[in-house]
């Protein structure tokens, strides 16, 4: 590489229109209209077909961030194109001999694979099962391929599978064929999972996030980053200690009592990697719309918070595994929130902020301290291998 | 949380509010300098700038430890990384860091091994793990970190580790802050002066500041109201015609400083006769390299660094920016052709950088508080 890349940047963002220029190079605008013009020019700029720079992956390539949206669309949604896949949704929905069905797939890479609260086969189950729910469908049957390395004990495989089980019981759904592959000692880290699962969607309810519309209320179904915050605490390598575990859990039941009570529900999506500030992105960009969010009403345990502010990092992009946002017409937002509440996983579902026509594609949070900032996608999570 | 919430009070925040918009003297303008990144990032986080009336402008300084660091730097450290056997071990921040072939985290996609840590002892325990291996930690940051490096080689030395060296990258602030001084094209009336670096070196290095240039520095800690109170506080001196010298971060900030840290750091490391800042230029005795008596924990003398300079892109205004001259907007390629996914300048990098805190936290329409409460009232 050289530093060409650097031309190559400046090259595609080349301006057509030229401002007129003063001696010191500033624009000779008054003040708030050049801002506003700038902030014109990045909207453009953002709104632009994404391209991968890199010659090589990087982590920032997974780590559900910015860098992982530019690969999905400029590769691999680019050479798959097809009406189905298009949506980026969780799960896509097909129409097969009269039955709507909604398959998903996910794969496990999660490092340590035994952590507070669940283990990489609990991960694998539930966060299949969770992009099927979250599309409106029933979760039926997965599969489960596994990749192992060599020398990898039995009894760690046995206790992931076990997990595996008891977490696929707990969903009502079955395991119903894999695979196998082992390679040589080195060329994996002792065990990845892949699953994929279908569901049926028997309601007559049509999810997306592009079908949010300014007024609707946002919901989470409980607190945030406990999953990220578990896993990196898990690792060992922070002298930090807290009393806290992975939130890994079948979102199936509370999906279907939030859809008994509020058939009109506009959107769901659980909250994974790039957390929930990531799922309020995809909600301005898709629907083509502002988000307004409540630093207050976002409910974070006081040890996430805690570990959070230690290490400089902001909860909303930290990974759950059992939590959900939901968008619904605000007219059904209490409504929406008691159902969530009746269920044990959202106890502590609240609305944190609406939809609105302003800013579209720019999701704004107001502070505690009081004052408004952006939330953005991130480039890169800080934290690999966390699902 | 405890210690925190104080410090975040909407209530107390809008009281400050008031008392600074009722200093502000018609038609005058205000520009404060906040010199430390971690101040920016505050700022942006919790969305302060709403607070402060339209005359009271905040300028980013240069104190964030990533944004000053030259490309050619970057080349250096890549280089030495892919020298055979040699892990590098860095702070997060830097990992994204562009040099003029790219940045660490592409250099590993080629082949180097440069790992994240937290703290520079982990690169001791890296060290032990791998005894085939030579350990070079990429030593950055102001006074506030180098306490932590020399710590680092002076435990090493005690445990007789002799595969650890440190590429040291460390700056000091005084000298920056006095090139910014002594720039033509700047007009600022005051400071925030920054809070963890003084922990360290006390507030006595700023005395010149308010005697010599006559502009008043208030040293201010980290959360939204420290920097809120450290703004009246300025504003109280320039209504008096004060300059002087103020601790607003006294429940930290010693005002002699940290003579332990201050003896370890000059135990290891000595000034440099000059570094080469991003876009402030060489400035002679801004910068730390490691002694004589460590020279076996010194990278640059156990390696051939090839020194390369590699000049900035014409287009990146990062200098302008770090001296407060342009607001990052202001630049020419802000938010188009450089963003936090492809920064071309460095202060688009680090979260404490001050284009990348506008770009993540400030990029949009602002509706200042007072703003919105008159709307509210009308």
């Known amino acids: 590489m050289s530093s060409s890349w650097i031309d190559q940047a400046l090259a595609e963002h080349k301006e057509?229109?030229?401002d007129e220029l003063d001696a010191g190079g500033r624009r000779q605008l008054p003040l708030a209209d050049r801002e506003q013009q700038v902030l014109d020019r990045i909207d453009r700029a953002r709104r632009r077909r994404p391209k991968v720079r890199e010659e090589r992956i990087t982590m920032s390539h997974g780590a559900g961030g910015k860098a992982t949206h530019t690969l999905i669309e400029a590769v691999f949604l680019d050479a798959f194109r097809n009406p189905l896949l298009e949506p980026l949704e969780d799960a896509a929905q097909l129409a097969l001999g009269g039955a709507r069905i909604a398959l998903t797939t996910d794969s496990y890479v999660v490092s340590p694979l035994f952590f507070p609260g669940g283990t990489i086969g609990d991960l694998a189950v539930n966060g299949t099962v969770n992009d099927l729910a979250v599309s409106g469908a029933t979760p039926l049957y997965l599969s489960a391929g596994f990749i192992l390395e060599e020398g990898f004990p039995v009894a760690d495989l046995n206790r992931v599978v076990e997990s595996m089980r008891d977490a696929a019981a707990a969903a009502g759904v079955h395991i119903v064929t894999g695979d196998t592959k082992v390679v040589q000692k080195g060329k994996a880290d002792g065990?990845?999972?892949?699953?994929?699962?279908?569901?049926l969607i028997e309601r007559d309810v049509s999810l997306g996030v592009a079908r949010a519309r300014p007024g609707d209320a946002i919901i989470v179904s409980g607190p945030i980053g406990d999953h990220g915050i578990t896993i990196m605490l898990a690792r060992g390598e922070l002298d930090i200690e807290a009393d806290i575990c992975s939130d890994t859990a079948p979102l199936n039941g509370l999906v279907a009592g939030l859809l008994d009570a509020v058939p009109e529900a506009r959107a769901m999506r659980d909250a994974t990697r790039g957390g929930v500030a990531t799922i309020l992105n995809e909600i301005a960009k898709d629907?083509?719309?502002?988000v307004l969010v409540s630093e207050d009403e976002i409910p974070v345990r006081a040890e996430v918070r805690g570990a959070s502010e230690l290490l400089g990092i902001d909860p909303m992009y930290v990974a759950c595994e059992g939590r959900l946002v939901a968008v619904v017409p605000a007219e059904a937002a209490d409504r929406a929130v008691a159902a969530l509440r009746a269920h044990p996983l959202g106890e502590q579902a609240a609305v944190i902020g609406r939809v609105r026509e302003e800013q579209p594609g720019i999701v704004q949070l107001k502070t505690a301290f009081g004052g408004t900032r952006i939330v953005d996608l991130l480039v890169g999570d800080p934290l690999p291998r966390i699902c | 949380m405890r210690f925190v919430d104080e410090f975040r009070d909407a209530d107390k925040a809008h009281a400050l509010a008031a008392k600074i918009a009722a200093l502000c003297e018609p038609g005058r303008q205000y520009k404060l300098m906040e010199v430390c990144g971690g101040h920016t990032h505050t700022i942006y986080k919790?969305?302060?700038?709403?607070?402060?009336?339209?005359?009271?402008?905040?300028?980013?300084?240069p104190g964030c430890p990533v944004c000053v660091i030259p490309m050619g730097r970057v080349d250096d450290a890549i280089h030495l990384a892919s020298q055979p056997d040699v892990i590098m071990t860095s702070f997060g921040d830097m990992m994204r860091v562009p040099g003029s072939g790219g940045s660490f985290f592409d250099a590993n996609a080629e082949g180097t091994n440069i790992r994240m840590v937290y703290s520079p002892l982990d690169s001791l325990k890296i060290a032990k793990q791998n005894p085939d291996k030579q350990v070079v930690f990429m030593a950055i940051g102001f006074e506030t970190t180098a306490p932590s490096t020399a710590m680092t080689?002076?435990?090493?030395?005690?445990?007789?580790i002799e595969n650890f060296s440190v590429f040291c990258n460390h700056v000091t602030i005084v000298p920056a802050i006095k090139a910014i001084l002594d720039s033509p094209d700047l007009r600022l009336d005051g400071f925030i002066g920054p809070g963890h670096v003084s922990t360290v070196i006390g507030c006595r290095p700023y005395e010149f500041i308010a005697r010599d240039y006559g502009k008043p520095v208030v040293v201010a800690g980290f959360e939204p109201l420290d920097i809120l109170q450290s703004i009246y506080m300025l504003m109280v001196q320039l209504s008096e015609g004060r300059s002087e010298v103020e601790n607003q971060?006294?429940?930290v900030v010693p005002w002699a400083g940290n003579p332990v840290a201050l003896k370890v750091i000059g135990e290891t490391m000595e000034l440099r006769p000059y570094f080469e800042w991003r876009g402030l230029g060489f400035i002679s005795h801004s910068a730390l390299q490691v002694r004589e008596k460590f020279a076996a924990m010194d990278a640059e003398r156990l390696f051939r660094?090839?020194?390369?300079?590699?000049?900035?892109?014409?287009?990146?205004?990062?200098?302008?920016v770090l001296k407060g001259v342009l607001k990052p907007w202001e630049c020419k390629v802000f938010g188009t052709a450089c963003t936090p996914e492809t920064p071309i300048g460095t202060c688009m990098v680090s979260p404490e950088g001050a284009c990348a805190a506008y770009y993540n936290f400030g990029r949009m329409n602002r509706t200042r508080v007072a703003e919105a409460a008159q709307a509210s009232r009308s």
């Not at chain 1, 629907?287 to 502002?290: I, L, P, T």
């Open chain 1, 287 to 290: 629907a083509d719309v502002g």
């Open chain 2, 305 to 320: 660094v090839p020194g390369v300079r590699v000049a900035d892109p014409k287009a990146c205004q990062c200098g302008e």
């Open chain 1, 191 to 199: 065990c990845y999972i892949n699953t994929a699962g279908v569901g």
């Open chain 2, 249 to 251: 971060y006294s429940r």
């Open chain 2, 46 to 61: 919790h969305g302060l700038e709403d607070y402060l009336p339209e005359s009271v402008t905040l300028v980013h300084g």
């Open chain 2, 153 to 160: 080689m002076l435990r090493a030395a005690a445990a007789g």
């Open chain 1, 16 to 18: 057509p229109e030229h």
